[in-house]
C-alpha cells in the first residue's frame, strides 16, 4: 500500500465536483493536489485566515472566503494570472456559495442582512434583502438551473422569493405558511417545499 506525503490543514478541504482535485486549506493558504496526491498543482497565498473554500459546479475555479476579513476571491485552475476578489466591506461576510452555471458568485453578508450576486462575467451585482441563512440552508435551484428559490426573513415573518438566473429579476414572492422556516427545496416536477423547524413553544403551566 502506497501513501502520500503530509499535509497541514485546517480542517477544511474540498474534492472538486469531478473528483480530480483536492482543495486543502492552510490557514492563509490553499492547496490544490491531484486526487491521487502525487502532485501539488496550485498553492495560492492570501491576505487572511481562509475561512470557507467552494468548488465551482464545473470543476474550473475555487471560491475562497476570508471571513474576518469580508473578502472572497475566485481562483482558476487554469489560469493563474486570472483572479476576482470580492469585498463586502462593513457589511461582513458569513457565506459564500456558486451559482449554477460556474459564472455567477453569491456572498451573504453579517447579520444576514443582504445576499449579493456577483458576475465573473461582465462584474455586475445583484442584491437581495434580509436572507434567511447564510449557508446551504434555505436556497434551492429549479431543476432546469433557470430559477432560484430563496428564504427570507422580514418583519418577523418567512417569505419565499423565486428569481431568474438568467438577470436575476424576482419572478415570484410570497409568505410562507411557516413559523420559523427551517429549509426549502425544489422538487423534480418544479415544486418548492418548504418546512418548519422542530421547535415548539408550549404554554406555561400553573401549579
Known sequence: MNFSDLYEHSNI??????GA????????????????????????????????????????????????????FVKSISDDDWNCRVDEGTAGLSGVRWAPDSRHVMTVSEFQLRLTIWSLVNKTSFYVKNPKFSGDRGIAFSPNKKYMALAERRDSKDYIGVYSCKDWAMVKHFQADTFDLADLIWTKDNYIIAWDSCTQVSPPTTS
Open 21 to 72: 482535485m483536492l482543495a486543502v486549506c492552510i490557514s492563509t493558504k490553499i492547496l490544490v493536489l491531484e486526487s491521487s496526491y502525487s502532485q501539488v498543482l496550485h498553492n495560492w497565498s492570501f491576505p487572511d485566515t481562509v475561512t470557507q473554500i467552494e468548488w465551482s459546479p464545473d470543476s474550473s475555479m475555487i471560491l475562497a472566503a476570508l471571513g474576518k476579513s469580508g473578502l472572497a
Open 13 to 18: 478541504a474540498r474534492y472538486s465536483p469531478d
